[in-house]
């Protein structure tokens, strides 16, 4: 389900979003990051915080120095630690001396695929946010929002000044989140979807993908996604027992071949969320209703 669209942003330029938010575009678009891996910078004032710094790229890593500026860098802030998103953290505090605050480290193995590995080694927290703790700098005040789903380790950040929400991999601009086991848990996903469909953020700024005005609406509509793929799973298994390939053949029809893989690690993860509340059974690599 695609969401908001816009044009691509120029890489490596500074972007004004609001007084308080600009957004730096890294170069490293592919089928997963759209345009790339948007990082933005907080503050308006004598300190910054870096939210999502993105991939160890010398040219990125510049283009966030030059939008810094004469700014102290208050905090480096991570959404989760997939490759696009913090390895740039490392060489950023050896640069400016700021402290990586944000998510907790998670590094394992991925079954699903990726246009790269999936987690970031490097990644090493000085201080790990749980849900609801601050961070606060000139004029600004992030909060953290646990969303695991994505990722068991997610955080979005709340810009309490302006009701902004960064919303990392949780919620894109751009199209829904893969959700890849075993880290990846879509129970947990459609909770945290839950959870920001109860707030009253003004505006998502996704790590990807345009911001997002008519948040809860589209909150909505991606749960509203989910769900129908979970009863277009069902009915699947109506028939009898089948591998997930033949369920993905299915229900994506028409689907870039380069996303078919991650396809089925979607259709993984609904399956494993059903077999958690007993409603399917896994035999040999195929599915079959409990009933």
């Given at each position: 389900?695609?969401?908001?669209?816009?044009?691509?942003?120029?890489?490596?330029?500074?972007?004004?979003?609001?007084?308080?938010?600009?957004?730096?575009?890294?170069?490293?678009?592919?089928?997963?990051?759209?345009?790339?891996?948007?990082?933005?910078?907080?503050g308006?004032?004598?300190?910054?915080?870096?939210?999502d710094?993105?991939p160890?790229?010398?040219?990125?890593?510049?283009?966030?120095?030059?939008?810094?500026?004469?700014?102290?860098?208050?905090?480096?802030?991570?959404?989760?630690?997939?490759?696009?998103?913090?390895?740039?953290?490392?060489?950023?505090?050896q640069?400016?001396?700021?402290?990586?605050?944000?998510?907790?480290?998670?590094?394992?193995?991925?079954?699903?695929?990726?246009?790269?590995?999936?987690?970031?080694?490097?990644y090493?927290?000085?201080?790990?946010?749980?849900d609801g703790?601050?961070?606060?700098?000139?004029?600004?005040?992030?909060?953290?929002?646990?969303?695991?789903?994505?990722?068991?380790?997610?955080?979005?950040?709340?810009?309490e000044?302006?009701?902004?929400?960064?919303?990392g991999?949780?919620?894109?601009?751009?199209?829904?989140?893969?959700?890849?086991?075993?880290?990846?848990?879509?129970?947990?996903?459609?909770?945290?979807?839950?959870?920001l469909?109860?707030?009253?953020?003004?505006?998502?700024?996704p790590?990807?993908?345009?911001p997002?005005?008519?948040?809860?609406?589209?909150?909505?509509?991606m749960?509203?996604?989910?769900?129908?793929?979970?009863?277009?799973?069902l009915?699947?298994?109506?028939g009898?027992a089948?591998?997930?390939?033949?369920?993905?053949?299915?229900?994506?029809?028409?689907?870039?071949?380069?996303?078919?893989?991650?396809?089925?690690?979607?259709?993984?993860?609904?399956?494993?969320?059903?077999?958690?509340?007993?409603?399917?059974?896994?035999?040999?690599?195929?599915?079959?209703?409990?009933?």
């Amino acid at each position: 389900m695609a969401s908001q669209k816009e044009p691509a942003p120029p890489v490596g330029s500074a972007e004004t979003l609001e007084p308080l938010v600009r957004r730096v575009l890294a170069d490293n678009p592919s089928a997963f990051t759209l345009h790339g891996t948007q990082t933005y910078l907080v503050g308006a004032g004598k300190d910054v915080a870096v939210i999502d710094p993105g991939p160890d790229e010398a040219e990125h890593l510049d283009a966030l120095l030059a939008a810094i500026g004469d700014a102290e860098v208050a905090a480096i802030c991570c959404t989760h630690t997939h490759r696009d998103h913090s390895p740039a953290a490392a060489p950023l505090k050896q640069r400016t001396g700021a402290p990586i605050i944000g998510c907790a480290a998670l590094n394992l193995e991925s079954i699903g695929p990726r246009g790269d590995a999936p987690f970031d080694p490097t990644y090493a927290p000085d201080r790990v946010l749980a849900d609801g703790e601050r961070i606060a700098g000139d004029g600004w005040t992030l909060t953290a929002v646990a969303t695991p789903g994505h990722t068991s380790n997610h955080l979005c950040f709340a810009l309490e000044e302006s009701g902004a929400l960064f919303t990392g991999d949780h919620v894109m601009g751009w199209s829904t989140t893969v959700v890849i086991p075993p880290d990846g848990d879509m129970g947990q996903y459609m909770a945290s979807m839950e959870l920001l469909h109860g707030r009253e953020d003004a505006i998502y700024y996704p790590a990807h993908g345009a911001p997002v005005t008519n948040t809860r609406q589209l909150v909505r509509g991606m749960i509203g996604h989910r769900r129908q793929r979970e009863r277009q799973i069902l009915r699947q298994l109506e028939g009898g027992a089948k591998p997930i390939p033949e369920m993905v053949e299915a229900m994506y029809v028409g689907l870039d071949s380069r996303l078919v893989g991650a396809a089925g690690m979607s259709v993984l993860a609904h399956l494993a969320d059903l077999e958690r509340r007993g409603e399917v059974v896994s035999t040999n690599d195929t599915w079959s209703l409990t009933n």
